[in-house]
C-alpha cells in the first residue's frame, strides 16, 4: 500500500494545475485537475488527498507572476 502521494502544482497568476502520484518509482503522473489560485483552494485539495492518513509531498513550478 502506498503511504504517500506525490502533488506537482503549477502555479499560475488566478490558477493552479496540480498533478498527481502514487508514492512509487515507478507510478503513472497524471493530471488531477485545475483548481483556483487562493490559499482556500490549496488547502481544500490538501485536505481532500490527505485522506486516511496519507502523506503528501508537494512541489511546485512558481512563474513569473
Do not use: Q, W
Amino acid at each position: 500500500m502506498t503511504h504517500f502521494i506525490f502533488i506537482g502544482l503549477d502555479v499560475h497568476k488566478n490558477s493552479i494545475d496540480v498533478a498527481i502520484a502514487a508514492g512509487s518509482r515507478n507510478a503513472e503522473v497524471r493530471h488531477y485537475g485545475k483548481i483556483g489560485g487562493e490559499s482556500t483552494e490549496v488547502d481544500r485539495l490538501v485536505r481532500k488527498l490527505g485522506y486516511k492518513k496519507k502523506e503528501l509531498r508537494i512541489v511546485y513550478e512558481a512563474g513569473p507572476c
